[in-house]
């Protein structure tokens, strides 16, 4: 095969040379370029003119486009690159439904995952076609679906919550009381804002949360004092970061070209900053983000093995415990669902499934006897 009949097919297909994938006889030297269109960057630039950007850039640069969250970028480009790598680093413009099925089936049969990552690289896939390279997929035939069990959340009883909460201090305690007192998800409240937090109404503005949508939910009175004096620390610490020329926290989409000076006023700094400054992967300035998930959740973990739980419980657990502990005070289910920001009810009725009543409030014929 000539360069000329490569480059013929080339044109044919408007690919840029760095998107052919290696193939016997061709060399090594196209797999060279293919496994540099794979490599990470972490700002998404301007290519120069007659030059496509990398594949990987183009999705990052799609899914910037929509606002989707960076945590879904990562997991899609991850998805993306798998695929690619299953499939011997074939360029996905040579692939189609087959390939994909192959992929998807190979995850739930040989590596067992769960129906959600299963789904996630599905829609990871669908959107590389779809939105990238403009060749949305037909029908996916044959595909090995990974089932999708049904379980009930894990509840804690009200003294298993005093227990575990007592096992945390200070900022730890803080986020776990928030976690239970208000419903939120761990990365609401690691994502609050000095602003979101209304003292005078008593209430927590949830900006952006599943499904990019905002709620309002409780700011229970016990965390009031502490959060105050939690936040008087903060701002000593935001104060030094202003007069060393540094800190600002990251704001969401374009806000920062629309207001300027947003990113270093003291509204918009996160509840519960993080230790060090960071680069921020999109801008690449230096900031001072929220602190990284895991310090919650290890704080947690410890916390269950010295309050001697046999439950496994973890971050979210408090957010059921919430919900489960409303229902049984006696709130309307309605209520629960919008302080938990539930689109339909149905998902917020599973909590009655669990109620502190044994076996659905019924009593056995053995107390009887």
Not at 149 to 177: F, H, K, Y
Not at 230 to 257: C, F, M
Not at 315 to 333: K, M, N, P, Q, V
Request: net charge positive; proline share 4%.
């Amino acid at each position: 095969m000539t360069q000329e009949t490569i480059t013929g097919r080339q044109e044919e297909r408007r690919v840029h040379l760095r998107f052919v994938p290696a193939r016997a006889g061709i060399g090594s030297e196209r797999a060279s370029l293919l496994q540099s269109s794979l490599h990470r960057s972490t700002t998404v630039t301007s290519s120069p003119e007659g030059h496509k950007p990398k594949l990987l850039d183009q999705v990052r640069a799609a899914i910037r486009t929509r606002h989707y969250s960076y945590r879904t970028e990562k997991a899609y480009v991850g998805w993306i690159k798998r695929f690619i790598f299953f499939h011997n680093k074939r360029h996905p413009l040579e692939m189609g439904e087959a390939e994909v099925g192959q992929f998807l089936s190979n995850l739930a049969t040989e590596a067992h995952v769960s129906a959600s990552t299963q789904n996630q690289a599905l829609n990871a896939l669908l959107f590389l076609y779809r939105a990238v390279l403009e060749k949305p997929l037909g029908y996916l035939n044959g595909v090995v679906r990974a089932k999708r069990p049904s379980r009930l959340p894990v509840v804690l009883t009200r003294q298993e919550v005093r227990a575990l909460v007592d096992g945390l201090a200070g900022p730890e305690w803080l986020m776990a009381m928030l976690l239970y007192g208000a419903g939120l998800r761990l990365m609401e409240c690691l994502r609050l804002r000095v602003k979101d937090i209304d003292f005078a109404s008593n209430q927590i503005v949830v900006r952006a949360g599943k499904g990019d949508k905002d709620r309002v939910t409780l700011l229970p009175a016990a965390v009031q004092e502490p959060l105050r004096r939690h936040l008087e620390e903060v701002k000593t610490q935001y104060r030094r970061d202003l007069e060393n020329g540094q800190g600002g926290a990251s704001l969401p989409n374009a806000l920062e070209k629309k207001y300027p000076n947003a990113a270093k006023e003291w509204g918009w700094q996160f509840v519960f900053p993080a230790a060090k400054l960071s680069t921020d992967p999109r801008s690449g300035m230096i900031r001072r983000h929220h602190l990284h998930e895991t310090v919650l959740q290890k704080a947690v973990k410890e916390a269950c093995r010295k309050a001697g739980l046999t439950k496994h419980a973890g971050c979210h657990t408090f957010r059921h415990s919430f919900a489960t502990h409303l229902l049984e005070d006696g709130y309307d289910i309605r209520t629960v669902q919008e302080l938990l920001g539930h689109q339909d009810v149905s998902t917020t009725m599973l909590y009655t499934h669990v109620l502190n009543r044994g076996g659905r409030g019924v009593f056995s014929p053995a107390d009887r006897l």
